[in-house]
T-cell receptor
Framework: DTGVSQDPRHKITKRGQNVTFRCDPI?????LYWYRQTLGQGPEFLTY????????KSRLLSDRFSAERPKGSFSTLEIQRTEQGDSAMYLC???????????FGAGSRLTVL | DQQVKQNSPSLSVQEGRISILNCDYT??????FLWYKKYPAEGPTFLISISSIKDKNEDGRFTVFLNKSAKHLSLHIVPSQPGDSAVYFCAASLQGAQKLVFGQGTRLTINP
C-alpha cells in the first residue's frame, strides 16, 4: 500500500478560476477526511466521508467548496471562483471506521494569485 | 474558538537533551489525544497518543503525559536527535466525534 495519495501536489491559479484536488485513501480505510492548513496554523477540519456518505461539513466549507466521494474510494475537493484567501495546503486523511488515528497524505498546496 | 492551543511557536534544544512540547485544551469532553510530527513538504505523521483514562503513555524515546485537571498534555522526547527537528502538532478528539481538532503547532529544532 502506498498510503494516502494526493494530486496535484501544487496548484497555482488565478483568482476566480475553479480548481479540483483528488485524494486516494488507503484502500481498506472507509473514512476519508479533508483538512486545510494555512501558514502558522494547525490543520482545520473541513469535511469527512464514511464510504460514499458525507457525514459532516465544517462551517469553514463555504458554498464555493464541494467534496465528493462517489464510489466510496477516491475523493475530490472542488473550489469554485477561487479567492486569495483560499491559498492553503489542503490535506486529505483516511482511517478505518472507529479509529482515532488518521493517516495523512502529503497535501495539495493551492496558491491563488 | 481555539480549543487546542500550543502556546510555544518554536523550541530549540541541544542534541541529546530532553525536548518538552506542551499543549493545552479547553474542552473537558475530549477523550483522546494525539501528537503528530510534520516535516516540510510532507503530511503530518502520527507519533503517539493517549486516552483520557491514562496519564502517561510511552513509546521508545517518546512519552506523552496527560493532566486532565489542568487540561494539559506534554510530549517528552529523550534523548533528542537531529532527525526530531520538525513541527509537532497536538490533536484531540471528542467521544463519538469523527474528527481531530489540532493545535497551531510547535517547531522543534535540535541543535548538534
Amino acid at each position: 500500500d502506498t498510503g494516502v495519495s494526493q494530486d496535484p501536489r501544487h496548484k497555482i491559479t488565478k483568482r476566480g478560476q475553479n480548481v479540483t484536488f483528488r485524494c486516494d485513501p488507503i484502500s481498506e480505510h472507509n473514512r476519508l477526511y479533508w483538512y486545510r492548513q494555512t501558514l502558522g496554523q494547525g490543520p482545520e477540519f473541513l469535511t469527512y466521508f464514511q464510504n460514499e456518505a458525507q457525514l459532516e461539513k465544517s462551517r469553514l466549507l463555504s458554498d464555493r467548496f464541494s467534496a465528493e466521494r462517489p464510489k466510496g474510494s477516491f475523493s475530490t475537493l472542488e473550489i469554485q471562483r477561487t479567492e486569495q484567501g483560499d491559498s492553503a495546503m489542503y490535506l486529505c486523511a483516511s482511517s478505518p471506521a472507529g479509529a482515532n488515528v488518521l493517516t495523512f497524505g502529503a497535501g495539495s498546496r493551492l496558491t491563488v494569485l | 474558538d481555539q480549543q487546542v492551543k500550543q502556546n510555544s511557536p518554536s523550541l530549540s534544544v541541544q542534541e541529546g537533551r530532553i525536548s518538552i512540547l506542551n499543549c493545552d485544551y479547553t474542552n473537558s469532553m475530549f477523550d483522546y489525544f494525539l501528537w503528530y510530527k510534520k516535516y516540510p513538504a510532507e503530511g503530518p505523521t502520527f507519533l503517539i497518543s493517549i486516552s483520557s483514562i491514562k496519564d502517561k503513555n510511552e513509546d521508545g524515546r517518546f512519552t506523552v503525559f496527560l493532566n486532565k485537571s489542568a487540561k494539559h498534555l506534554s510530549l517528552h522526547i529523550v534523548p533528542s536527535q537531529p532527525g526530531d527537528s520538525a513541527v509537532y502538532f497536538c490533536a484531540a478528539s471528542l467521544q463519538g466525534a469523527q474528527k481531530l481538532v489540532f493545535g497551531q503547532g510547535t517547531r522543534l529544532t535540535i541543535n548538534p
